[in-house]
């Protein structure tokens, strides 16, 4: 059976997240797909975005070099419960990996130093899991590696304190000769079995399952026949998307023309196809808009376009229209959009367009250039609203005040005189008040009369 390792439409059909482009991919997780192998493809599509690499519950028994040689940014690799027997291939990822998981893999003592000096080359390597390997049954398994590698913060998900790492020190002259003579001792116990596999029988159906990398990789591949079964019936109702970096330009392209045509035929209305969550505020930064859009930390930003306008702002994600219509208008060209490296939000910051001044204690409102004054105070201004922006009727000729309180509350009774128009375009009303008025100011009988009116 020819072992299974990554291929291109594995990759993309794990990289959904992604929208399927393999090219810009920074995660990917490929636990149990039954690989026994990386194989080159991974290097050469995505190896110089990819920051974190899960694979997990595999059969892969080699960290090869020709395999690993092309990542250039890897953070995190995984490669817990696989069939791994020696550390090796890392050497060119010493400034970038921080996380190694080697959990429950077959790393012995005939290969523990060796493995070692490998990790040793990775200076900003801080958290390393080996726990579940036949080395970690030795005793001086942690000091020996806290004593050769300094830089580490984390071992089995333990801290590692400063009096642990001198004590390791101080013992690791006597721990590297009891490690020489064991793995001497662990080299011949293996050739020892690999002469009796050589003459013994045949395995039957009956005997005892070891726990070996070749009774793994024998329960693999039947797991492996199985779901291939599985996966030619379900065939017909799924493929995995096949788009590449072209095909996918032209559609993001397509799809902000389309945005672009529905703003100019019809009336600004909000949107958000993909549902994304987001939040926009106007009190934490004054005088600003800042619209916060909840997107996955490792999508990548070309998947993103932004265009901001006066009145409103347009975000086209994976493809899909989100449009917001703004409370107040914007400074288009002085706003910022960013992403977050720790969530990976978009942030856009629009400033407002700052319509009014205070001076001299007195509201000033910005007149058309059209007038001769470029200000005027807003008291001298009878036909212009400064909150709503709009004009208002100007008043024309006397105010008729007649019926609007009732008599018996004070109210303006008929006008007996009407006196001609002041050179202010106001009438005078004279007013007879039914009730009389209380002159006493220090009884309060407790009702409340309106002033007269002159």
């Given amino acids: 059976m020819t072992p299974r390792y990554i291929t291109l439409d594995l990759i993309r059909k794990r990289s959904e997240h992604n929208e399927g482009l393999v090219s810009t991919l920074e995660e990917l997780s490929l636990h149990q797909e039954e690989l026994e192998a990386i194989g080159p493809v991974l290097g050469r599509t995505c190896g110089k975005t990819l920051q974190i690499l899960l694979l997990q519950n595999n059969v892969i028994s080699r960290m090869e070099p020709s395999s690993l040689r092309s990542f250039k940014c890897l953070e995190y690799l995984n490669l817990a419960l696989n069939n791994i027997s020696a550390i090796e291939g890392l050497h060119h990822l010493q400034w970038t990996l921080e996380k190694l998981d ?35 049954g ?12 300094p830089h580490l913060r984390t071992l089995d998900g333990e801290a590692i304190g400063r009096s642990e790492r001198i004590r390791a020190s101080q013992t690791f002259g006597s ?38 990398p070749e009774t793994r990789v024998r329960q693999s591949r039947e797991m492996a026949r199985h779901k291939a079964e599985k996966e030619s019936l379900q065939r017909a109702n799924y493929q995995p998307k096949k788009r590449d970096e072209e095909k996918f330009s032209f559609e993001h392209k397509n799809a902000i023309e389309m945005a672009r045509q529905s703003e100019d035929d019809e009336k600004i209305r909000n949107c958000n196809e993909g549902k ?35 009145t409103f702002v347009r975000i086209v994600i994976k493809s899909k229209l989100l449009r917001l219509v703004l409370p107040c208008e914007v400074q288009a060209k002085e706003s910022i ?10 942030v856009i910051s629009m400033p407002k367009v700052q319509l009014t001044n205070n ?89 409340e009369h309106p002033p007269p009116l002159f």
């Fill in 102 to 136: 080697l959990t429950l893999n077959f790393i012995d003592v005939d290969t523990f130093a060796d493995s070692v000096t490998e990790l040793a080359a990775l200076s900003h390597l801080k958290d390393l899991c080996l726990m579940g390997n036949p080395c970690a």
């Fill in 138 to 149: 030795w005793k001086g398994y942690r000091p020996y590696l806290l004593a050769r590698l």
């Fill in 175 to 212: 721990l590297e000769t009891e490690l020489h003579e064991l793995a001497n001792a662990c080299k011949t116990k293996k050739a020892l079995e690999q002469e009796t596999k050589k003459d013994g029988q045949p395995q039957n159906d009956n005997d005892v399952t070891h726990h070996s």
């Fill in 276 to 310: 994304w969550e987001f939040t926009l505020d106007e009190e934490t930064r004054p005088g600003y808009f800042v619209l916060d859009v909840t997107l996955q930390k490792y999508l990548s930003t070309s998947l993103v376009d932004v265009d901001v306008h006066p």
């Fill in 337 to 346: 959009a960013q992403r977050s490296a720790t969530t990976g939000h978009l």
């Fill in 359 to 447: 001076h001299d204690n007195a509201q000033m409102i910005s007149l058309p250039s059209c007038s001769k004054q470029e200000t005027t105070p807003a008291a001298a201004i009878n036909d212009y609203d400064a909150t709503m922006g709009s004009k208002l009727t100007p008043l024309k000729g006397p105010v008729q005040i007649e019926g609007l309180v009732k008599i018996g509350h004070g109210g303006i009774g008929k006008q007996e005189q009407s006196i001609p128009q002041t050179a202010l375009g106001m009438k005078v009303i004279r007013t007879t008040r039914i009730s009389a008025i209380n002159t006493n100011h220090d009884e309060d009988d407790g009702e």
